[in-house]
């Protein structure tokens, strides 16, 4: 790495460190200039550790791990809502058997509340509650038996159970093999006890730990949702989850102060759980809010007490965390330090990087990067540099526009001691990260482009859209993901809005509103296309000079003759079968196209997109394959609009967005302005600092050609993974 | 052709020929034994032909082709409602130039009939109909302004014009250059004046044609739906649709009896004009069965003065068939000897070739073979016996389940007679056919399985599914045409059934029911799918031991949490993104299966259909790759259900969809009865004449294993396209 030669400096880093690996540790905190220590999962630092010359951080749980009160106050035990197996009536009476596939070890169903009340038949072929008189419960069979049902519908159970042991430390016992560790009890804080006990717990966990410097909190209350099947295997994981939110008590205040019941369909939701690919209901969002109220104000209760205490209180972006989100409204009330959270993973580092680096009201954040200390990547003949490097690359584009105040890493630091290629790298990336820290000092890099993307979610959401489990890899999303971790790194002003944000402000505020994501999910936005003023309020946008980027089936709804409800700005549909008959002329590619103009690569639209056709001879047609068109354009008003038929992350993908955005906003004549003829590369200008920083995002080395602000070109040469800082 | 060598017979066999063509068509009647003569498009037969010794047929043309009474009466012109582009408002007053896009030679607006009460604009992006009092037509610029608009919504008006030329004259006018012949204009027998003139001058045809045996109508009153656009090209076409039967009188009439008045949307339908892939609203069903009536009466009539003249009535299944739908309910009424159409195409020789033999009420059907003897096909240096070969070998296995009782050519029989291969080669085809007709002899041949297909048409649109122009190739439909055209020479008996034929009658008469096509369309069934009598009805036979077979998206309509409703029979969803939370375990592909066991070849699932995936452990996974599921299958109750992701026309999807409706009808044991093992054969058996033959329909030699009826096996040797005949 280039800025190893440079003069060294020290701070911004974090480590793990362990018991008995003091000399090491010492020696470690040096080579990465590392100011801050904290444990790990299956890590404690000892006395000798936390009596180091750094910031101690010590992983704090509120709501689990303290089975001695938990056991006590079972009736303040978390719950969830939980949908039974679909029973087929093949006579007038079924019998559902609710816990099956469920594990009991994690959930006990709730016999304690009024089952009638709290619990719901649902007849799945009609769509209709059955009544409560047509069912009772065998407590001792966890069965329902429905009476009166019609032959050859399916019926459902939405049922109450306690959640009685944490999802999380479940993983962790059942994969580490834990044998007799007891299950630690979730409790839940809206009930009086349990809110006494976690305050009580953490005044005297302050007294009693006077060398942590920072408490990490992993996380408040809530967990996101997380259920094993039968074999205690995962069954259902939403990290954006509010199943584990639920409580009679809850339930009943929603209602006091809402007016209105929930239902436990509005929870369950078809057995879809309100996931967040689903164009959330009103009585959903109205829950949200009455959560995120509750935990805000719980979690600021704690945080006082940590700040009483003369300490910072940090939080880790995961596990209990519901309720907390950074971008939402009572986020800033909650009073935090810091947010650290986990950085890479499959499909987005450049996302998750930003996810964290964004996250506002706080004094710094901190990303844990990749690999963890585990032997899962630290093991004999591995070099886990190389995963370091790809993933610091990746990162690093994005740190370029945002960067995280701290990087740090977690797990087992005896076990990466072992392995110094590694620990060369990663004190070079320390270095390397300490140095554009600096020279980015805190301001904000020249942006050739504001894009807003355009969702059910808007910012509460913001760097979070179609994550399912955190940034795994999922067939149905990689191509849409791809969107965002094209954007993370690149020269352009990222906001994440709502339909609810298409106002005159937020619209003057972008050159180009990107929608992605597939028919009828919350990030295509489904129904809400359906309404006439948020149609109009992008259309009458882009007639006026706005650009408009639809990804797979941008602004789908099938209405009044259009499946894609913006079609006339992209000059494109999609064909359902409807418009068979309505002969389609209109296929041939352009010969060149500016978004296309440097393509060499051949095209890959991930899981792409079929049957897209053109409208007229106005579309201009950038790719046609297979009988349908990927990639297109119009003219609308004096904005334009863009199709493109999925977009996974790549190079060359970021490329063609890149190119894309600057077409619909009418900019191609700033293409060559700040910008580099080698997709590889990058180039970041920050203005204030007069400073500029041309990257090399590849580990080998590239030449390209380099344009500076006034369109002045040089070619230059990078070595693999090179920054290389110019003064303006 | 093994036939060649056996007596020759006379008979079943019509040939085209021309004027000053004498000698050479006796010649040619004798070398194909062929027994009656048409004229076709474009050729005369002159009175020396016409005194041949063979039956005589002559195109007839009922509402167009006599413009001296039409352009007395142009008031009784035919008319269609057609949509204008979408205009964009962009201020609170639009301007919709209602005839851009259309050709004004064609079309032309009626200004006769009161806008206000005939013309309806609509606010597509409300999906709102204008208030009359806020638009007026501009007729001297054909536009409609509309004020009080709501800017940035889209509006369209829906018209009523006169089409004053018959689309399919116009067609052959304009690419034959025919010059100042002047344009057909078709009336409307739905007019007193129309209606006399129709009879009364066929009447004096008949007096002045006595040569003339058959009468062959091209067709009756109304074209399907064929609009041009400005440049005179193709601009919609629907080999279904209603659009030209539409009349201020017709809408008056329907309102008189219905009691309700149709609205000119129930015609235009968002512009998708009630597609046969449109699920039928209660509307459009009533007008379509108050066409057919009439349609019926007043053919009726014509066919009685042909009869009455002691002549035959012969129908051209095509150009203005609509409302004579020969499945329908009223066809019978007319009381036609005969119908004719056009066997082949790119996707479909079977299933026309059934389309036609199938008709009930008929004294005998004609298929009109490919190539059509026109310079297109027979040219210098092209082999038409090729082509012929090709058609006759797909046509042939659709013969044998159901044979159309004459095969006949068109065009210029001068031109075919320069091409002696493909004389000879006809020749062959001639006798063979003549022999398999005498051979069957009208008996039923054994069928192993009994199948339904099950959409929104039914009986209707028996072997007519799919289609959009007469079986034209389309992305969207091969995958799924595919089916029929496996089964239409396949050893089963195919019947095809509406929702409204779910009754235990119908059902009791099936093995197995077969639903095809993609979600929302008449062929999967959409909303129909709702409806919990529908899913309730198919549950409970397959449950009984019925058969369920779903390619495409079966069974699609998302509802109570599940997209296929019936998912629990195939034992698969199709993933929206809602479920992408729940864990998907169950990948993994059978080692081997019943369905897939003699499989050599890759799958082949056309379109296929992305993001199937497996419900629970029982079910059987045959295929899978790419993350997703193509063929499964799952067992419920006694029956069994199997999905398949798309199956385009092959020998070997045939092969692939046989053992999957033998797995779904449970009768696997019943496989080696009456088969072959080499997927190039078929063995047809006629129990009541005592025979059976093995057919090879490939171009190749072929060996294989044949299994008579108790499961005895020998092997054999067929020529290329060979049928070997046994008795039994």
């Not at 049902?149 to 834990?178: C, G, K, R």
């Not at 409580?247 to 009943?252: F, G, P, R």
Request: proline share 3%; aromatic share 14%.
């Amino acid at each position: 790495m280039k800025e190893k030669s440079m003069d060294r400096k020290r701070g911004r880093v974090t480590l793990p460190s362990e018991s008995n690996f003091l000399e090491e540790t010492k020696e470690m905190l040096d080579r990465l200039g590392a100011d801050a220590l904290r444990d790990s999962d299956g890590t404690k630092l000892d006395a000798a550790t936390k009596a180091l010359d750094a910031k101690i951080y010590e992983t704090y749980f509120v709501s689990r791990g303290h089975n001695e009160f938990a056991k006590e106050h079972m009736e303040e035990c978390q719950q969830l809502y939980l949908m039974s197996k679909r029973a087929l009536a093949t006579a007038d009476q079924v019998e559902l058997s609710f816990m099956d596939g469920y594990y009991d070890e994690q959930v006990a169903p709730d016999y304690v509340h009024d089952v009638k009340r709290w619990w719901e038949v649902i007849d799945r072929t009609a769509d209709q509650v059955v009544l409560a008189e047509d069912w009772d419960v065998r407590q001792e069979e966890n069965q329902v038996v429905v009476r009166n049902a019609v032959p050859f519908h399916e019926y459902t159970v939405s049922f109450l159970v306690y959640a009685v042991w944490d999802p999380t430390q479940m993983y962790n016992h059942i994969t580490n093999d834990w044998g007799d560790v007891p299950h630690d009890i979730p409790f839940d804080v809206r009930y009086a006890n349990s809110d006494t006990f976690a305050k009580e717990y953490l005044k005297q966990w302050l007294i009693d730990n006077p060398n942590v410097d920072v408490v990490r909190f992993t996380t408040f209350f809530y967990h996101f949702t997380l259920v094993f099947n039968s074999e205690a295997k995962e069954k259902f994981v939403d990290w954006f989850g509010y199943g584990a939110t639920v409580s009679v008590k809850a339930l009943e205040e929603f209602e006091a102060e809402y007016g209105y019941a929930l239902r436990p369909e509005d929870i369950v939701d078809n057995g879809y759980y309100n996931s967040t690919f689903r164009v959330p209901t009103k009585p959903y969002l109205d829950y949200m809010d009455f959560i995120q109220r509750f935990v805000a104000e719980k979690a600021a209760e704690l945080v006082k007490l940590v700040h009483d205490a003369g300490r910072e209180a940090m939080m880790f972006l995961g596990d209990n965390w519901i309720g907390t989100e950074p971008y939402g409204p009572y986020f800033e009330q909650i009073g935090l330090d810091a947010v650290v959270g986990s950085v890479g993973g499959s499909v987005g580092c450049g996302v998750t990087l930003r996810l964290i680096s964004e996250i506002p009201h706080v004094k710094y954040t901190e990303g844990r990067f990749l690999p963890y200390f585990f032997p899962t990547a630290f093991y004999e003949g591995n070099d886990p540099s190389i995963e370091a490097q790809v993933n610091w690359l990746r990162s690093r584009r994005a740190i370029m526009r945002k960067p995280v105040d701290r990087i740090g890493y977690g797990g087992y630091l005896s076990l990466a001691y072992k392995f110094p290629k590694f620990i060369d790298y990663i004190a070079g990336v320390a270095d390397e990260f300490r140095l554009l820290y600096d020279n980015i000092g805190g301001s904000r890099p020249y942006a050739g482009i504001r894009v807003g993307i355009l969702n059910c979610w808007g910012k509460l959401r913001s760097w979070q859209t179609f994550m399912v489990a955190h940034a795994l890899w999922y067939k149905q999303i990689y191509s849409y993901l791809g969107v965002l971790e094209c954007l993370s790194g690149a020269a352009v002003d990222v906001s994440f809005i709502s339909f609810e944000d298409l106002t005159e402000e937020t619209l003057d505020s972008l050159d180009v509103i990107i929608n992605v994501g597939d028919a009828e999910t919350a990030f295509s936005g489904g129904r809400r296309w359906g309404e006439e003023e948020i149609v109009s309020a992008v259309r009458a946008w882009v007639y006026s000079g706005g650009g408009f980027v639809g990804i797979g089936e941008p602004s789908a709804y099938e209405k009044g003759g259009r499946f894609f409800q913006l079609a006339e700005i992209m000059g494109v549909d999609k064909e359902l079968g409807f418009t068979l008959s309505t002969d389609k002329y209109f296929k041939t590619q352009m010969e060149q196209h500016f978004i296309t103009e440097d393509r060499t690569e051949a095209f890959d639209f991930g899981e792409s997109m079929k049957n897209v056709y053109a409208l007229d001879q106005d579309t201009e047609i950038i790719e046609y394959s297979d009988n349908e068109v990927h990639i297109a354009s119009h003219a609308y008003g004096k904005g334009r609009g863009v199709y493109i038929a999925g977009l996974p992350y790549s190079f060359e993908n970021t490329r063609l967005l890149m190119r894309s955005l600057y077409y619909a906003a009418g900019k191609e004549q700033e293409w060559e302005r700040w910008n580099v003829t080698n997709m590889y590369c990058e180039v970041n200008v920050y203005p204030e600092k007069n400073k500029y920083a041309i990257l090399n995002n590849s580990g080998e080395a590239q030449k390209t050609w380099f344009y500076d602000g006034d369109g002045a070109k040089e070619e230059l040469t990078l070595n693999g993974g090179e920054i290389l800082w110019r003064e303006m």
